[in-house]
T-cell receptor
Framework: DADVTQTPRNRITKTGKRIMLECSQTKGHDRMYWYRQDPGLGLQLIYYSFDVKDINKGEISDGYSVSRQAQAKFSLSLESAIPNQTALYFC???????????FGDGTRLSIL | RKEVEQDPGPFNVPEGATVAFNCTYSNSASQSFFWYRQDCRKEPKLLMSVYSSGNEDGRFTAQLNRASQYISLLIRDSKLSDSATYLCVVTHNDMRFGAGTRLTVKP
């Protein structure tokens, strides 16, 4: 089983719709992250969490919200999707200290 | 100025070639450094950590120069399967990713 599982893998939806992307992990790590990646650009941090109910804004949090109700799950919501939120979204987990992050397979999101 | 900068490439090299990528970072207090590999439309995967003394993993060698604030990745004897985008990652309070350097290894 994968350490980090993202659902859905692909999603096409319309402007104005509410969307939730789910991330779950089996490693028991406290730290979890959501990134977006646009073609030709680096990863941009949206939100991160260091523990249950701990929520921190990243570089580009506007238009997004997150929920961390359990250690293993970190969900990302787009309350009212807009076309420029079309991107590849990655969830990542991280162990203690300066351990590297490990990523899920990604969710490809298209907003028409 | 971006916190982590990389030459986007693309680097097009023949099989067997040696290729090197550099990455500069702006925060002198950065603590940890990594190279990740990302294949097209896939997730980034850890290639190797970068240690102060430099480190090697098979055909891959990573170096850190704290005084000049850059890290490097050297790939020897390039294989077709090395074709990917290589991401430089620097950690201070959180991880900051470079935009990546694209490598294509050709027969």
């Amino acid at each position: 089983d994968a350490d980090v599982t993202q659902t859905p893998r692909n999603r096409i939806t319309k402007t104005g719709k509410r969307i939730m992307l789910e991330c779950s992990q089996t490693k028991g790590h406290d730290r979890m992250y959501w990134y977006r990646q646009d073609p030709g650009l680096g990863l941009q941090l949206i939100y991160y969490s260091f523990d249950v109910k701990d929520i921190n804004k990243g570089e580009i949090s506007d238009g997004y919200s997150v929920s961390r109700q359990a250690q293993a799950k970190f969900s990302l919501s787009l309350e009212s999707a807009i076309p420029n939120q079309t991107a590849l979204y990655f969830c990542a987990i991280q162990g203690a200290g300066n351990q590297p992050q490990h990523f899920g397979d990604g969710t490809r999101l298209s907003i028409l | 100025r971006k916190e982590v900068e990389q030459d986007p490439g693309p680097f097009n090299v023949p099989e067997g070639a040696t290729v090197a990528f550099n990455c500069t970072y702006s925060n002198s207090a950065s603590q940890s450094f990594f190279w990740y590999r990302q294949d097209c439309r896939k997730e980034p995967k850890l290639l190797m950590s970068v240690y102060s003394s430099g480190n090697e993993d098979g055909r891959f060698t990573a170096q850190l120069n704290r005084a000049s604030q850059y890290i490097s990745l050297l790939i020897r004897d390039s294989k077709l399967s090395d074709s990917a985008t290589y991401l430089c990652v620097v950690t201070h309070n959180d991880m900051r990713f470079g935009a990546g350097t694209r490598l294509t290894v050709k027969p």
